[in-house]
Every structure is written in C-alpha cells, then in structure tokens.
C-alpha cells in the first residue's frame, strides 16, 4: 500500500502544473483528509421540484438529514455557514470525452485533469463515452477501466456501436448486465472511422430495445459531410471556416429527423446529443408533439458561444472552436436557449474534448486534419447560470434539473445523485448568487492551454464543492488525488421504457393482420 500511495503522490506531482503543488493532497488513497460529518446551515437547499431555507447534515459520504435548525454534536463536525447561498446537487455532465484517441491524437485531459476542472467548476460525476477498440466492445471497457484509475470523482460510462456482428450483439448485453453501462452511442458521422450505415443503426436500436438501454445519436450525415468537405477544398478553403461550411444545419437536420423516424419504427426511447442548430431543434420538437419519447442535449458551446471566431484570421484562435457538429450562427445559439427554457431541450452537456494548440495545429493546412472537440467541464455550470437564469430563462430549480437532476434521472441514478435528500450521495455544490466569476486559460484547472470561453466574466459562482462527502473545492483550492474517483454502475430501464411495452400492444392489436383468407383453386 506505501508504494502505491508513493505511486499516486508522484502522479500528483507530475500534474502540479496543473493545480499548483501546495494544493496536492499526501493522503494516499482517496480525497484528501477532510471532515467526514459537515453541517451546512443557513442556506437555500434546491432540488428540481422545490426549494427551501434549511440545513443539510453530512455523514461519511451521505446525506443524512435536510430540515431547518438541525442540532448535531459538536465533536469533529465542520460547520459551513451558507447563509445567503444556494446549497445544490453537485452537477452531472452527461457527455464527456477524456482519454480519448481520436483523429491521430489523445484527448488532453485524462481522467485526473478533466475531473479536477470538473471539480473546480462544481460537477461532481460526468458519463464518458467508451470507445471500442477495432469494434470490441470489451477491449474497449477494459481500455477505459484503465484509463479512469487517475479517476478523481464519480464517473459512469456510456459505450459507442462502431460495428455489428453477433459478438458485438453479446457484448451489448455483458455491458448492460454486468458492467452497469445502460446507454449506447451511434454516430452518424465520421465517415469512415466511427460512422455508421442505417441498417447498423436498426441492428443497434433493436438491442437497446430489448435490454432497455438508451439509444443515442451523433446526429449528422456523415456521407453529405464528407462530399461538403471535398467541396471546400475544391474552391480552396482549406482553414478552420471549411469545417463550418462542409457541415451545414440541414446536415444535423436531415441525420436528426432520420434517426427520430427509426426509432419511432422500432418503438424505443431515443437521446440525441449535442443539438447544435434550429434544424435538429424543430425535428425534436415534433417528435416530442407528436408523442414520442426524444430527448434533446445542448452543449454549452451551442448554448453560448457564435461562429464567427471560425472566421478569426489567427489560425489557433479559429482552430479552437472547431467541434462536431460545429458551432452555429448566434440565432442557432438563441433559439437552444429558448428550447431548454421551455422544456424541449431537457438537459446540458459539454462534449468537453480538449486538444491543446499543438494537437489543433496538425490542421493547419487542410481543416479535415483539426482534431475535433471544445472544453467545457469546468465552466458549464458558471455559463448556464449566467446565461440561463440570470436572463430569467430558467428559474433555480429548473437550473438544478438541467445540470443535475434530468441526468440521474436519464441513466437510472436518481435519487442516489440528482437531488439533496436524506440517503443521496453527498455531492453537493454550495453557489453564491452574488458572486463573480472569470474564465481564463491562465487559471482554469484542464490541461489545455486554450479556453473558447476565454475572458468570459458573469455572475454566480460556485464556492464549495462536496464530492462524497468531502469538500474537494474551497478558497480556490481543489484538494483531491488520483484514483479517489468511484465507477457508478447505471441500471436499465428508465423511466422513458414506461408505456413501451403498452405501445407495442397497441401497434399489433392495430395490424388486423395476418388476413386468414381462403386460398384460391388453382
């Protein structure tokens, strides 16, 4: 044990750069020494459904109690006054990319870097994608498994379908039952690495369906993209405004409404990631009218930010942005905000996928070479506040749904995260409405040394971070080590299969089929 403990400090110490070495934990396994019973008094406790003045009382890493005036003993018990501030479920991050080999390189942040931003930044859990190695699912979550020991907080995993045969068909129900993961990803873009055709996309759906996992789509077509990329070429736009061109709305319109259809055809749930434009928007909204069971994820990048940077004449300043599906004209931006407002967008990602200048730059002369991916772990929940409720789009307990609760709900975890009650992990952020926040590359905790939020300044910010039980975030300092994170296993089935099985019932009984007719004489 004094090895591994060795092992994991001089970890610590390689990443110092990253949080500063006078802030490393020498605790060996697990979060830095902190009190293992909390008090928070005085502040306003917020869950998705209500919100209430109370104190909220911590024991080894649950929540036991929640009510005004709670007394306790004073033996050991930090007391955290909260007065003034809001106390919130930690934030849950439904769509992460750390590790990640993609196009030739590795993501930036790994599973201790990436986390740590996400700590800093009040997320307390996030789902990453498992991404199979030469199309086995197994080798893939075993690649993972190893890769998130650096692991600093709660984490799940979803799984990617980049294939299919029997085996992988097998896989999906070994992940499902023994692995704990409960949703799977199909990209409909990355011709000729990651993308897949429709009749794969059916295979894939029927299985989700009979394990009760949630399908979810990268929603772009992949075979338009890549004529749009050949196009940009050919008229000798080769820099970071190619990517936006090849790629167009109607693009993601087209791929989204496609994949509504067939999962309308086989009858199952269906999560569509990243909604980027007007044009997937409105194919989710229909659905949505029309009955069915679609869910809509906004990254903070679509929510907030304008592609006009691609146009930046400084190559790594535009090369920066460049993420799937791209960033949109400001009017895609205003119209997800009024979405997520009004409950058709229904919860906030980041598709936090760091490259650093070095990695962009491999792009430089051909915008089809740029690594893909912006960051965003560590600044979702500041932006969604200042943007979201501080123009009164979202109240408080709709921010705690879309940043929290939906989440656990989605992937099966709620009540354990998602909400502040007795018997909940203790995963809680303490927020002052009142505060300021600034985002800078200069200070920010992932390793990239670029931020597309750079120089944003607004309102709100988060002051502590419990995460288990332990406060990970305060006075500017995160206090965790590698490997204290824990892998949350996540159940089938959730709430969207409710009336499923009802719906087929009612399909075949509608059929009037097979026809018992009488064979003609011949």
């Known amino acids: 044990m004094a090895s591994l403990r060795s092992l994991i400090l ?29 008090l928070i008094a005085g502040g306003t406790v917020v869950n998705a459904d209500h919100q209430e003045v109370a104190d909220v009382y911590i024991e080894d890493g649950l929540i036991v109690d929640v009510r005004p005036n709670i007394k306790v003993a004073d033996d050991g018990i930090r007391v955290i006054d909260a007065t003034g501030k809001f106390v919130m479920p930690g934030g849950i991050d439904p769509h992460t990319h750390l590790a990640m080999e993609f196009m030739g390189t590795e993501t930036i942040d790994n599973f201790f870097s990436g986390q740590a931003a996400a700590l800093a930044g009040g997320t307390t859990m996030h789902i990453d994608f498992v991404i199979p190695v030469h199309g086995s699912l197994t080798k893939g979550y075993e ?11 709660d984490y799940g995993f979803h799984m990617a379908i980049t294939k299919w045969d029997d085996v992988v068909s097998e896989e999906m129900e070994i992940m499902v ?23 794969l996309l059916l295979e894939g759906l029927k299985k989700c369906k ?5 399908a979810m789509v990268h929603a772009e077509n992949g075979d338009a993209v890549f004529e749009g990329q050949k196009r940009m070429i050919e008229l000798g736009i080769t820099g970071p405004e190619g990517h936006a061109l090849s790629r167009p709305p109607v ?35 229909r659905a949505q009218k029309s009955g069915q069971k679609v869910i809509g994820e906004p990254v903070v990048s679509g929510l907030v930010l ?16 460049v993420m799937s599906p791209p960033i949109r004209a400001s009017r895609h931006g205003k119209a997800l905000q009024a979405a997520l407002s009004t409950g058709i967008l229904k919860l906030v990602g980041t598709d936090h996928c760091t490259f650093n200048s070095t990695q962009k730059s491999f792009g430089v002369e051909d ?13 979702r929940m500041h932006l969604v506040w200042d943007t979201m409720v501080e123009s009164g789009q979202l109240s408080v307990t709709d921010y705690v749904r879309v940043t929290s609760t939906e989440c656990a709900k989605l992937f099966n975890i709620y009540p354990r995260k998602g909400a502040i009650r007795a018997g909940s992990d203790a995963d809680i952020i303490i927020f002052n409405p009142n505060s300021t926040f600034h985002i800078s590359a200069k200070s920010h905790h992932s390793k990239s040394d670029t931020n597309v939020y750079e120089g944003r300044s607004g309102k709100g910010k988060v002051e502590v971070t419990i995460a288990g039980g332990k406060i990970v975030w305060e006075n500017e300092e995160l206090m965790v080590v590698p490997g204290s994170g824990k892998y949350i296993s996540m159940p089938p089935f959730n709430y969207l299969y409710h009336g499923i099985d009802k719906a087929d019932e009612n399909y075949l009984a509608s059929l009037k089929a097979p026809v018992n007719r009488v064979k003609p004489s011949l």
């Open 10 to 38: 001089l970890l610590s110490i390689s990443l110092s750069p990253l949080i500063g070495l006078s802030q490393i934990c020498e605790s060996g396994l697990g979060y830095c020494d902190s009190e293992s019973k909390i």
């Open 143 to 153: 690649a993972y498994v190893e890769k998130a020991k650096l692991a600093c907080m």
């Open 177 to 199: 039952k023994e692995k704990g993961i409960n949703s799977f990803k199909f990209f409909m873009a990355y011709k000729g690495s990651l993308m897949i055709r429709d009749e």
């Open 210 to 214: 009979s394990l009760g996992a949630l």
């Open 251 to 285: 693009l993601e319109g087209e791929a989204t409404a496609r994949a509504i259809r067939l999962a309308a055809f086989v009858n199952i749930p269906l999560y569509v990631v990243h909604v980027m434009s007007i044009d997937a928007m409105d194919e989710i909204a």
């Open 306 to 321: 304008d592609d006009s940077v691609l146009w930046d004449p400084d190559f790594i300043t535009a090369a920066k942005f």
């Open 367 to 379: 915008f089809r070479k740029i690594p893909n991916g912006v960051n965003g772990l560590e600044e």
